[in-house]
Protein backbone atom coordinates (compact mmCIF):
# COMPACT_ATOMS: atom_id res chain seq x y z
CA UNK A 1 0.00 0.00 0.00
CA UNK A 2 2.57 2.59 0.97
CA UNK A 3 4.29 1.77 -2.65
CA UNK A 4 1.38 2.66 -4.06
CA UNK A 5 1.02 5.94 -2.11
CA UNK A 6 4.51 6.56 -2.87
CA UNK A 7 4.08 5.90 -7.15
CA UNK A 8 0.97 8.29 -7.01
CA UNK A 9 2.51 10.98 -5.18
CA UNK A 10 5.45 10.76 -7.52
CA UNK A 11 3.36 10.50 -10.84
CA UNK A 12 1.40 13.63 -9.62
CA UNK A 13 4.52 15.65 -8.98
CA UNK A 14 6.20 14.88 -12.40
CA UNK A 15 2.85 15.52 -14.31
CA UNK A 16 0.37 17.13 -12.43
CA UNK A 17 1.28 19.68 -9.85
CA UNK A 18 4.11 20.50 -8.30
CA UNK A 19 5.45 22.49 -5.15
CA UNK A 20 7.55 25.50 -5.92
CA UNK A 21 9.95 28.49 -3.77
CA UNK A 22 9.94 31.66 -4.43
CA UNK A 23 13.51 32.80 -4.01
CA UNK A 24 14.26 36.89 -4.11
CA UNK A 25 12.25 40.14 -4.73
CA UNK A 26 11.25 39.86 -8.47
CA UNK A 27 7.69 39.36 -8.11
CA UNK A 28 6.86 41.48 -5.49
CA UNK A 29 4.29 42.36 -4.25
CA UNK A 30 2.11 39.46 -6.17
CA UNK A 31 5.02 36.73 -4.24
CA UNK A 32 7.10 37.57 -1.46
CA UNK A 33 10.99 35.49 -0.35
CA UNK A 34 10.22 32.36 1.05
CA UNK A 35 6.15 31.96 -0.22
CA UNK A 36 5.21 28.79 -1.67
CA UNK A 37 3.63 28.02 -4.49
CA UNK A 38 1.28 25.36 -6.51
CA UNK A 39 2.15 25.28 -10.08
CA UNK A 40 0.22 23.29 -12.64
CA UNK A 41 1.82 21.12 -14.75
CA UNK A 42 -1.32 20.44 -17.49
CA UNK A 43 -1.93 24.22 -17.70
CA UNK A 44 0.03 24.19 -21.50
CA UNK A 45 -0.31 20.40 -22.71
CA UNK A 46 -3.85 22.01 -23.64
CA UNK A 47 -3.13 25.40 -24.36
CA UNK A 48 -0.64 27.92 -24.81
CA UNK A 49 0.76 30.37 -21.90
CA UNK A 50 -1.24 34.09 -22.20
CA UNK A 51 -1.02 37.63 -21.52
CA UNK A 52 -0.98 37.83 -17.44
CA UNK A 53 -0.23 34.22 -16.72
CA UNK A 54 2.42 34.00 -13.71
CA UNK A 55 4.64 31.41 -15.32
CA UNK A 56 7.56 28.77 -13.70
CA UNK A 57 10.33 28.24 -16.68
CA UNK A 58 13.56 26.29 -16.87
CA UNK A 59 16.05 29.16 -17.79
CA UNK A 60 18.98 26.67 -18.95
CA UNK A 61 22.50 28.12 -19.30
CA UNK A 62 25.56 27.12 -20.33
CA UNK A 63 29.27 28.28 -20.13
CA UNK A 64 30.57 26.11 -22.23
CA UNK A 65 31.26 23.43 -20.87
CA UNK A 66 28.90 23.25 -17.60
CA UNK A 67 25.30 23.27 -18.29
CA UNK A 68 23.51 25.23 -15.33
CA UNK A 69 19.48 24.85 -14.68
CA UNK A 70 17.69 27.55 -12.58
CA UNK A 71 13.35 27.55 -12.20
CA UNK A 72 12.59 31.13 -12.86
CA UNK A 73 8.87 32.52 -12.01
CA UNK A 74 7.84 35.88 -14.17
CA UNK A 75 4.34 36.86 -15.34
CA UNK A 76 3.76 36.72 -19.39
CA UNK A 77 3.48 39.96 -21.06
CA UNK A 78 3.49 39.07 -24.88
CA UNK A 79 3.40 36.13 -26.45
CA UNK A 80 4.43 34.90 -29.80
CA UNK A 81 4.55 36.80 -32.97
CA UNK A 82 3.77 40.39 -30.87
CA UNK A 83 5.44 43.18 -30.77
CA UNK A 84 6.73 44.64 -26.81
CA UNK A 85 8.48 47.56 -26.12
CA UNK A 86 9.24 49.60 -23.03
CA UNK A 87 8.39 53.66 -23.06
CA UNK A 88 9.04 55.71 -19.84
CA UNK A 89 8.42 52.52 -18.13
CA UNK A 90 5.15 51.42 -19.86
CA UNK A 91 4.78 48.05 -21.66
CA UNK A 92 3.07 48.47 -24.90
CA UNK A 93 2.06 45.60 -26.81
CA UNK A 94 1.54 45.72 -30.63
CA UNK A 95 1.72 49.64 -29.47
CA UNK A 96 -0.98 49.68 -27.20
CA UNK A 97 -0.48 50.12 -23.71
CA UNK A 98 -1.10 46.71 -21.89
CA UNK A 99 -3.03 46.86 -18.69
CA UNK A 100 -1.17 46.05 -15.88
CA UNK A 101 -3.04 46.23 -12.19
CA UNK A 102 -0.78 43.75 -10.36
CA UNK A 103 2.25 46.48 -10.12
CA UNK A 104 3.37 47.92 -6.93
CA UNK A 105 2.23 51.22 -6.11
CA UNK A 106 3.99 54.44 -4.90
CA UNK A 107 7.18 53.39 -6.66
CA UNK A 108 10.21 56.44 -7.05
CA UNK A 109 8.60 58.72 -9.76
CA UNK A 110 12.34 58.02 -11.17
CA UNK A 111 12.12 56.03 -13.84
CA UNK A 112 15.34 54.17 -13.69
CA UNK A 113 14.55 53.11 -10.09
CA UNK A 114 10.87 52.52 -10.57
CA UNK A 115 11.59 50.27 -13.59
CA UNK A 116 15.57 49.61 -14.07
CA UNK A 117 14.67 49.55 -17.83
CA UNK A 118 12.76 52.77 -18.81
CA UNK A 119 12.83 52.34 -22.40
CA UNK A 120 13.18 49.18 -24.88
CA UNK A 121 13.19 48.94 -28.51
CA UNK A 122 10.45 46.92 -29.82
CA UNK A 123 11.29 43.23 -30.42
CA UNK A 124 9.24 40.39 -31.88
CA UNK A 125 8.69 37.70 -30.11
CA UNK A 126 9.19 34.69 -32.03
CA UNK A 127 7.01 31.81 -32.83
CA UNK A 128 6.67 29.14 -29.68
CA UNK A 129 8.26 32.29 -27.19
CA UNK A 130 7.11 33.81 -24.59
CA UNK A 131 8.45 37.42 -23.08
CA UNK A 132 8.21 37.38 -19.41
CA UNK A 133 8.69 40.17 -16.81
CA UNK A 134 9.19 40.12 -13.13
CA UNK A 135 6.28 42.46 -11.03
CA UNK A 136 8.74 44.14 -9.33
CA UNK A 137 10.64 45.96 -12.33
CA UNK A 138 13.44 46.92 -10.73
CA UNK A 139 14.68 43.79 -8.84
CA UNK A 140 13.57 41.34 -11.75
CA UNK A 141 16.33 39.49 -14.13
CA UNK A 142 13.76 38.71 -17.35
CA UNK A 143 13.06 38.81 -21.14
CA UNK A 144 14.30 42.26 -20.82
CA UNK A 145 17.85 40.99 -20.19
CA UNK A 146 17.86 37.44 -21.15
CA UNK A 147 15.10 37.65 -24.24
CA UNK A 148 12.26 35.74 -24.95
CA UNK A 149 11.40 32.21 -23.61
CA UNK A 150 11.16 29.21 -25.71
CA UNK A 151 7.32 28.07 -24.58
CA UNK A 152 8.68 24.21 -24.06
CA UNK A 153 10.72 25.65 -21.51
CA UNK A 154 7.59 26.35 -19.68
CA UNK A 155 6.92 23.90 -16.09
CA UNK A 156 3.50 25.21 -15.57
CA UNK A 157 1.48 28.01 -14.36
CA UNK A 158 1.36 29.05 -10.86
CA UNK A 159 -1.81 28.38 -9.33
CA UNK A 160 -1.47 29.48 -5.89
CA UNK A 161 0.32 30.57 -2.56
CA UNK A 162 0.18 27.74 -0.41
CA UNK A 163 2.29 29.19 2.28
CA UNK A 164 2.97 30.86 4.42
CA UNK A 165 -0.59 30.42 4.85
CA UNK A 166 -1.84 34.54 6.16
CA UNK A 167 -0.35 34.49 2.62
CA UNK A 168 -2.83 31.59 0.74
CA UNK A 169 -4.54 32.81 -2.30
CA UNK A 170 -4.90 31.76 -5.88
CA UNK A 171 -2.93 33.62 -8.58
Avoid at 45 to 56: A, L, M, N, Q
Avoid at 119 to 135: A, H, L, R
Wanted: glycine letters at 10%; a negative charge; hydrophobic letters at 40%.
Amino acid sequence: MLAVAGVAAFLIRSFVVQRFFISGPSMLPTMHDGDQILVNKLSYRFGEPGRGDVVVFDRITTDGAIVQHDDLIKRVVATEGEVVEIKGCTVYVDGTPIAEPYLPDGQSTDPVERCRMPDMDPVEVPEGDIFVMGDNRPESFDSRMFGPVDSHQVVGRAIAIIWPLGELSRL
